[in-house]
């Protein structure tokens, strides 16, 4: 018996779903620790500091457990002119639109909660709705900080939107498809043979790495990390929209925050690096290795973005607003019909 | 178009506009805000992202010490000097002295006035070491903190090698400096003053603090978004410049070579080589460049200081209990952030009657309502942050 041939379900629908929910919750909120961890690693090594290293025993590895425990015990403050229903459900929109996108990101052929025919317009457009509580928090906070960073956020994810959908456009136009799982065997089907090696590249190589570039300088921006920060910027706004949150209402920001890195991460992998498929490896073995495979390219890509954030300081909201308007989304059109072009002609 | 038309269009216009305002929203900024370097508070107006008017609160630090000075022996006065610009604590400690010993007539030995001179281009250093690693952090640039905090350590480490304090010296005394090893009548003859190996160690710390220079050189002044966040951002012109007092930096930024140093020398400062910087623009950016080359124009000196350094006594002759002849002295001196000055006015005695600061933040923040406004927010912070001021030495 093959590995492609194990049978991963149970045979009833809403069971299978259920448990695969479950698993790819459990996955997010745990695989949040080791980049919570291996920021505070990464970012102290490149600034000639240790960074945490006695929680845990060795090295700090319990760091990032400590820190959500100690949020755990804090109180839940809220304000009193804050709109408590809203402020209360803010986080909780966060977390869920950062959740759903997992939903669609293969990490093996089968290892996928659903493969939709409608997969990329599906996690463009389901990650949007964290702008909704990004904009909830900032106004229900009766905090005129909360409320500019809320605006900037608002404002910064709709103009970093459109030249993440007209990059990710550009590898559906090359791959033929929307589904995530058929973007990935896209990638993998050979281009050329070397001897009789069939040699295939992931679309980074292939034509892609203008879109790879918008792709991820709107990633960046999309996560509000620095040079992207305007909406939090700590020296001018204290902490933008989540100044007033505080104990699990804060993690549950400080989760999506970081959920969202690696969801976007992954999907960076996705289209661009190859995902989950690798070379040598027979196609049987993917299930297994795939997981390791596409994040190991995602950490890649979270690696680069840690990087960023210790070299650069953060744009000026105008200067963001000029880049991506002026720069970013004309340069994405013309991107789109070069591809476009080339996918006809070729 | 009659009169009348033109007059209802005018009507209609107006209305439109008044219809479409909408109110300003006031931003209290500070004073427990993290880009207020402690207790600032800035009422701003704001527009959206644009600052329509600013008025900065002050105060909110007071600590009466020229009030207090005025109960306090001329000894124990050099206690609360170095606390109104902490960063640089050494360099306002100078100025004060001088003034008293101007007062009495009192000429300090040869060594005490060079171990002044380097221990005040030290806090220089410290001082500007500091702007270095917090202007970016404001900006959002993390990294350069560490690196030049790692080496003002190394620079606090030798002030305290002498001083024994990293922060507070009280290190200088009437007619000289603080005779630190056996003390009595040895001491006046022979330098026991500077710990063994000192003077090595320093030549060694200017050279890391010069190599620090150059990483941020690469790494901050060269960086792509700095500059887009900084050049021509918050120009400050000569003549605008002047009008309000700035001094100091912020003031040869905006292109005017104006140094105490050279001008008003109280220290050996003539017999060393060194340059005044000033740029033209007056912009945040070159607020920065030019701390930065002035953090090597100090290291210059202290390694030519070093050298040059005589031996000899540490103190003069002065009386035990000092009592200061009725009269008046100003003195001021090239503290890191600008000029710093003490006004005493002495009736005789052992306190002084009345002595007025002149604080240097206090003077370079008055243009602060003049710079921010129709500013955007993001800059503020850019703006506030190159000025440079800590808000002990605003409210003393």
Same mark, same amino acid.
């Given at each position: ?146 409320? &500019? ?8 994810? &709709? ?54 570039? &918008? ?86 890509? &979270? ?44 | ?132 690693? @917090? ?142 910087? @000033? ?18 124009? @100090? ?98």
């Amino acid at each position: 018996m093959t590995v492609a041939e194990l049978n991963l379900t149970t045979g009833y629908f809403w069971l299978d779903t259920v448990i695969k929910v479950a698993i790819a919750l459990g996955f997010m909120m745990t695989l949040a620790l080791p980049v919570i961890y291996a920021e505070l690693k990464v970012m102290a090594h490149m600034q000639n500091r240790v960074g945490p290293y006695y929680a845990g025993g060795r090295f700090g590895w319990a760091q990032p457990i400590a820190d959500g425990l100690k949020f755990l015990q804090k109180e839940d403050l809220v304000p009193r002119d804050a709109d408590a229903a809203v402020y209360k459900a803010a986080p909780a929109v966060v977390v869920m639109a950062t959740f759903a996108v997992f939903i669609v990101i293969p990490l093996g052929p089968q290892v996928v909660v659903r493969d939709m025919d409608i997969g990329i317009f599906y996690l463009l457009a389901i990650s949007s709705i964290g702008v909704l509580g990004v904009l909830m928090a900032g106004w229900s906070s009766a905090n005129k900080y909360s409320l &500019i960073g809320g605006l900037r956020a608002a404002g910064q994810l &709709i103009a970093y939107e459109l030249p993440l959908i007209l990059a990710a456009l550009a590898v559906v136009i090359q791959a033929g498809t929307m589904s995530l799982v058929g973007i990935v065997e896209a990638q993998g089907e050979p281009l050329f043979t070397i001897g009789s090696v069939p040699i295939s590249l992931p679309y980074l190589l292939t034509g892609q790495i203008v879109s790879f570039v &918008i792709f991820v300088i709107a990633m960046v921006a999309e996560l509000s990390r620095i040079p992207f920060d305007m909406p939090f910027a700590e020296s001018e706004l204290t902490m933008g929209y989540v100044t007033e949150y505080s104990g699990i209402r804060f993690a549950m920001f400080f989760l999506g925050e970081y959920a969202s890195l690696i969801a976007l991460s992954l999907v960076v992998a996705t289209l661009f690096l190859g995902g989950y498929w690798i070379p040598v490896i027979p196609d049987d073995w993917l299930n297994l290795i795939g997981p390791m495979v596409v994040m190991g390219k995602a950490s890649l890509v &979270i690696f680069f973005v840690l990087w960023i954030r210790s070299t650069f300081p953060r744009l000026r909201e105008d200067q963001l607003q000029t880049m991506a308007w002026h720069w970013l989304i004309p340069l994405a059109l013309v991107n789109l019909l070069v591809i476009s072009f080339v996918k006809v002609v070729v | 178009m009659t009169d009348m038309d033109i007059a209802m269009k005018h009507r209609s216009e107006v209305a439109v506009s008044v219809e479409l305002q909408t109110a300003d929203m006031t931003l209290n900024i500070g004073p427990q805000h993290p880009s207020t370097h402690g207790v600032l508070r800035l009422i701003a107006k704001v527009d959206g992202e644009r600052i329509t008017s600013i008025e900065p609160v002050i105060g909110y630090m007071h600590r009466g010490y020229e009030k207090l000075s005025e109960v306090r022996t001329y000894a124990q006065i050099t206690t609360l000097v170095n606390r109104i610009d902490w960063v640089a604590g050494f360099a306002s400690e100078v100025p004060y002295i001088v003034a008293v010993e101007k007062l009495m007539g009192v000429e300090p030995p040869e060594r005490a006035q060079w171990i002044r001179l380097i221990l005040s281009e030290l806090a220089r250093i410290a001082s500007h070491l500091v702007f270095m690693s @917090s202007y970016p952090l404001e900006l959002g640039a993390i990294t350069p903190l560490f690196h030049a905090l790692r080496d003002r350590e190394r620079v606090l480490e030798l002030i305290e090698g002498v001083t024994g304090g990293r922060f507070h010296p009280n290190f200088n005394r009437v007619g000289g400096v603080k005779p630190n090893a056996g003390g009595g009548k040895q001491t006046r003859n022979v330098s026991m003053d500077i710990p063994a190996g000192w003077f090595a160690e320093t030549r060694e710390t200017m050279e890391k603090v010069l190599s620090v220079c150059d990483d941020i050189d690469t790494l901050v002044v060269g960086n792509e978004l700095f500059r887009a966040r900084t050049v021509g951002v918050g120009i400050i012109p000569a003549a605008k410049a002047k009008e309000y007092g700035l001094s100091g930096p912020n003031l040869r930024a905006s292109g005017v070579p104006f140094d105490l140093r050279k001008e008003e020398p109280h220290l050996p400062y003539p017999e060393v080589e060194f340059d005044v910087i @000033s740029t033209n623009t007056g912009d945040s950016n070159d607020r920065y460049r030019v701390r930065l080359a002035e953090i090597r124009e @100090s290291a210059k000196i202290v390694l030519q200081a070093v050298d040059k350094i005589p031996s000899g006594p540490l103190v003069a002759k002065v009386p035990r209990v000092i009592k200061v002849p009725k009269g008046q002295a100003y003195v001021r001196g090239e503290n890191p952030k600008g000029e710093f000055g003490y006004y005493i006015i002495s009736e005789g005695g052992q306190k002084p009657y009345r002595m007025k600061i002149r604080s240097t933040s206090f003077s370079n923040l008055s243009i602060l309502p003049w710079i921010l406004k129709d500013q955007l927010v993001p800059d503020l912070v850019a703006i506030l942050g190159s000025l440079d001021f800590v808000l002990g030495d605003v409210d003393r």
